[in-house]
């Protein structure tokens, strides 16, 4: 199950020297090409997640930040120096004023170089003993660097409590771009109610790993979680619970465009979900006139799937959707709308094609790409629309003629990438029925050749979608996000050529203490040589 119950399987190195063998010696800088793998170190410029394209170290050269540093930015560079300032600050106790005066010694230099070569997510990351320098195309480039130089830094400089240096950067320099332009991880806040700091904190952590996609899931039979002005009880009513009966809640268009605005400072774009026409008994209990018999069924708590449906003859369930999507399009900048389109089990396939017939001109009619799960393909959306694959094996008989049609496939295999999935049997939280997913599962697959029909041009990228059904609160998402989450944004960003999974989890080891110091709550898998 995308989601469902236990009881539905139906969807939702030794050393890091493996990484770097083969690396050559080139004008006093150890150089590694991500088809050599990585350097046989244990030196910070190679424990980063995820893996850099290309890594050069200098082993004769450090770079100390010290108490007189200054953070040289300008333009639009500036906004990506003031948040290296406020990730340094608390740890450092540095003041660390942010400025567009030449860098001295001992400065960290921020610029945007406008080039063609480093795409617009990639970075150049050079350190000497007198200054560290990050350049990029764009804002986001630069940022991607910042989160790689927060890696490069001891693990304690993750801590909001002032701590002992020194504060030490290894010589060398990284060139990286991503494989894939979409890199995303996904929320539920329908089955439990994620408030607006929640969000925001999971925000913060998926950044740190270069995630680029937040998808929300809004809707559900247990939650209706944005306010829609049109349809005022769907927050209200439908709003009013989540699984086991607590108390729900729901998203003001404010608190939505807080969220969509604290994303995009750090260059995230979101996503969000109305799952459609099944998965809806939060909105039927909300209005008794979207139901076919005209009488609301009652609230529901539970996490069964597949047993609710708008009413597809009914001509006000368009005049609702169209009313949905065009108020949620106008509060989101970003360029996809997420229609669901899953298990509905409860809807006639000649329905269902009826149903999506009418609403997928609606998502282009308000400007935005759809993205619906991969079933929605047998509504055969048009070129560019996106399916996103949830299933448990490596092939579909709906992928290969949506890509001919010019259809892109973002990868969420359930039994690979659902990050609530128990990590074995003794797992308290999440469920199993794709399977118990460990760290190794979750690194092992190769997305541009996973799915037969589907090759690596039509992937958009990768998701990582937790679902709630079992999780309550922060610590809960953290424990099931973390450390796979780290291992799914890998494969999104780095060179196929550098997936390794010695050196991942040795690196990952090196990220245990980054972790604690950040405050993240997460699962120590007995696969991984955790750093003490």
């Not at 010290?66 to 450092?92: C, M, W």
């Not at 003041?95 to 080039?115: F, H, K, N, Q, T």
């Not at 660097?145 to 927060?150: E, H, K, P, S, Y």
């Not at 404010?254 to 099944?278: F, K, M, N, S």
Request: one cysteine or more; glycine letters at 10%; proline letters at 7%.
């Amino acid at each position: 199950m995308k989601r469902s119950s236990q009881h539905l399987p139906t969807r939702r190195a030794t050393s890091v020297a493996a990484l770097l063998t083969g690396a050559l010696l080139t004008g006093g800088l150890l150089t590694a090409p991500v088809a050599g793998g990585v350097q046989a170190q244990d030196s910070r410029m190679h424990q980063v997640i995820p893996a850099p394209a290309h890594v050069g170290a200098d082993p004769d050269v450090e770079f100390t930040l010290g108490e007189n540093a200054r953070i040289s930015a300008e333009g639009e560079a500036k906004a990506v120096g003031d948040q290296l300032g406020e990730i340094l600050r608390p740890s450092t106790g540095f003041e660390l004023p942010v400025d567009g005066a030449d860098p001295r010694p001992g400065d960290i230099a921020l610029e945007i170089e406008r080039s063609d070569d480093l795409g617009p997510e990639g970075y150049r990351l050079a350190v000497t003993g007198e200054n560290v320098r990050i350049e990029a195309g764009t804002p986001a480039g630069l940022f991607n660097g910042v989160q790689t130089l927060r890696q490069l830094l001891p693990a304690s400089v993750e801590s909001d409590q002032v701590q002992q240096g020194p504060w030490t950067v290894p010589g060398g320099e990284i060139t990286d771009q991503p494989r894939f332009g979409h890199r995303a991880a996904m929320l539920d806040v329908a089955r439990h109610f994620f408030d607006v700091e929640q969000v925001k904190r999971y925000i913060d952590q998926i950044s740190m790993y270069k995630v680029n996609r937040l998808h929300l899931h809004l809707s559900d039979d247990q939650g209706w979680r944005i306010q829609i002005k049109s349809w005022p009880r769907l927050a209200t009513y439908g709003g009013s619970t989540e699984v086991g009966g607590g108390p729900g809640g729901y998203y003001t268009q404010q608190d939505y465009t807080d969220i969509v605005d604290y994303a995009a400072e750090r260059h995230i774009t979101v996503v969000p979900e109305i799952d459609l026409p099944g998965h809806t008994n939060a909105a039927l209990a909300s209005y008794a006139e979207l139901n076919c018999d005209g009488v609301a069924p009652p609230l529901y708590t539970g996490i069964e799937v597949g047993f609710s449906s708008l009413c597809v003859p009914k001509e006000i369930t368009y005049k609702f959707v169209d009313d949905v999507l065009r108020e949620l399009s106008a509060i989101t900048p970003g360029p996809y709308l997420h229609i669901g389109g899953d298990e509905a089990h409860s809807t006639s396939e000649e329905d269902y094609k009826t149903f999506m017939g009418r609403v997928l001109p609606m998502v282009e009619k308000y400007g935005k790409t759809a993205v619906g799960w991969h079933e929605y393909a047998k509504a055969e959306p048009k070129a560019g629309s996106v399916l996103q694959y949830w299933g448990t094996t490596d092939s579909d008989p709906l992928l290969a003629p949506a890509v001919a049609r010019g259809n892109k496939v973002l990868l969420s295999p359930a039994n690979k990438s659902y990050l609530d999935m128990k990590y074995d049997a003794n797992t308290e939280l999440g469920l199993s029925w794709a399977g118990y997913i460990e760290v190794g599962t979750a690194y092992g697959w190769n997305p541009g050749q996973y799915l037969q029909g589907v090759p690596e041009d039509a992937v958009l990228g990768v998701e990582a979608p937790l679902w709630s059904e079992t999780l309550e609160n922060s610590d809960h998402i953290e424990f099931m996000a973390f450390p796979r989450l780290p291992a799914i944004a890998e494969l999104g960003w780095s060179p196929a050529a550098a997936h390794d999974w010695e050196s991942f989890r040795q690196r990952l080891a090196a990220h245990g203490p980054r972790l604690t110091a950040r405050g993240i709550d997460f699962y120590r898998s007995p696969q991984v040589p955790w750093s003490k």
